[in-house]
């Protein structure tokens, strides 16, 4: 495509899509529904992360951990009732 | 889109940053208007539009703990809003995506050559509608729009080098297009 066919497709291209008006804009308030779409945001279920989980699950998952580093022979055991 | 002109102090921009919901009102109720306008030169559909503008603040908001104050506000918003139009334009069925009544329902700068047909304009419309959305994006805002290719390249995250790489590509794309349904531009 050489620079005149360039020039022609920007052409048309500007004949088949009007520019929009500089002074386009909303036709109603868009603030009350960004408003609802913090509070739906704020009301929605957050995804777990570290923070989120208790201190005293990890204490368990500790204590756990050292137990069966402790006594490995327990390990069959957990395994059988999980 | 205001860049140095903006009427928001960067007391404003901090407090945007820590949460505070009034300045984020302020800030807002400044860029709502181009932030829409833009969004629209880029989907051009006016309710889609507006829906993006909301979906673009609420992005915004999420993300302004990155949000740095000692940088303008509107070239970063304007960033935020390419990528929520894109998103919606890379979800659209080319065929219900752009008509020619949609773009004929958009307000006009300008009324158009009337020596084109109306036809060969519609049959643009929608090839250009096939395009990818990435190379729609750049052509629209750089052929149509006559946006600065510097801010193209800003909101789309790339080189200006790469976004007359893009507008080269959707008019050799557009021109292949036209040219099979028997259209010699």
């Given at each position: 495509m050489n620079a005149h066919d360039e020039d022609r497709m920007k052409e048309l291209l500007k004949e088949a899509l009007p520019p929009v008006a500089a002074d386009a804009e909303p036709e109603r308030d868009l603030w009350p529904a960004v408003l609802r779409r913090l509070d739906e945001d704020a009301g929605a279920p957050r995804r777990a992360t570290f923070q989120s989980v208790p201190w005293f699950d990890w204490a368990l998952l500790g204590g756990l951990a050292v137990f069966t580093v402790s006594f490995p022979a327990t390990i069959p055991v957990f395994l059988y009732y999980l | 889109m205001p860049d140095g002109s903006s009427l928001v102090t960067s007391g404003v921009l901090h407090c945007f940053r820590e949460g505070d919901l009034d300045a984020f009102e302020a800030l807002f109720r400044e860029h709502q208007r181009p932030v829409f306008g833009w969004i629209l030169r880029m989907v051009r559909n006016a309710a889609a539009a507006e829906e993006l503008t909301v979906e673009t603040f609420w992005r915004i908001h999420r993300a302004r703990e990155r949000f740095q104050p000692d940088r303008p506000f509107a070239p970063w918003a304007r960033r935020i809003a390419t990528r929520a139009a894109l998103d919606w334009l890379r979800a659209q069925r080319p065929e219900v995506e752009l008509t020619a009544e949609m773009a004929g329902a958009l307000p006009s700068a300008s009324t158009g050559d009337?020596?084109?047909?109306a036809e060969i304009r519609r049959k643009t419309a929608l090839a250009f509608a096939r395009l990818p959305p990435s190379l729609r994006a750049a052509a629209v805002l750089a052929?149509?729009?006559?946006?600065p290719h510097r801010e193209i390249a800003a909101a789309l995250g790339i080189t200006v080098g790469a976004v007359k790489l893009r507008v080269f590509r959707a008019l050799r794309l557009l021109r292949k297009d036209l040219e099979q349904q028997g259209i010699t531009p």
């Open positions: - | 009337p020596g084109i047909a052929v149509v729009e006559e946006q």
